[in-house]
């Protein structure tokens, strides 16, 4: 007997809903397929029948991401000079949750050096000396801060509205924070 697709993809979402509000509060290594399991409402056996282990479902949850920001990307032209168009990609990918879970604490660093290279933040930034032999320093910088900054924003509940971010990333990145002391 054949299951019902709309069945199997909610069952689906379920381990990988529950997957990522537990990799949001510990460790992968912390979490056992049992316990995905229970939280699901369904046995180990059922887990088994969509995923190996848990690392073949963080796979999975990953794959979905980079799938939704190059379909995202793809249906927009870049501008060249913010980092508004980066951040709706990735706004836009999927739940925040499963954002929220592979940016956290407990994620990735292989997710995030990944990201780093499926958005090309590089083309965001303006007069960018691009022979120049600190360019890929620069780079760094700028990717490394515009990710630590986008974690940040997820993991306090998005306290600012998107354009706030940007318009702060933008100010931060001309004018550094010695202009913004005093303005909390």
Not at 33 to 54: C, H, L, P, V, W
Not at 59 to 84: G, P, W
Not at 101 to 124: C, M, N, Q, T
Request: hydrophobic content about 40%; glycine content about 4%.
């Amino acid at each position: 007997m054949n299951k019902q697709p709309e069945i199997t993809d909610k069952t689906r979402q379920t381990f990988i809903n529950v997957f990522c509000d537990l990799y949001s509060q510990k460790p992968i290594e912390k979490i056992s397929i049992q316990e995905i399991a229970n939280k699901s409402g369904y046995n180990r056996s059922t887990f088994y029948q969509y995923f190996t282990d848990i690392y073949e479902l963080l796979n999975d949850v990953e794959e979905r991401v980079f799938k939704s920001i190059k379909e995202e990307m793809a249906s927009r032209e870049l501008s060249t000079h913010t980092f508004q168009d980066a951040l709706q990609c990735l706004e836009s990918t999927e739940e925040i949750s499963v954002l929220k879970a592979l940016l956290g604490d407990y994620g990735s660093v292989r997710f995030v050096e990944r990201l780093k290279r499926e958005i090309p933040f590089e083309r965001l930034i303006v007069n960018l000396p691009t022979n120049d032999k600190l360019a890929p320093y620069l780079i760094e910088f700028y990717i490394s801060t515009l990710m630590s900054l986008f974690r940040l924003w997820i993991r306090n509940g998005k306290d600012l509205s998107s354009e706030e971010l940007v318009k702060l990333i933008d100010s931060l990145f001309a004018n550094g924070i010695t202009p913004l002391r005093g303005v909390v």
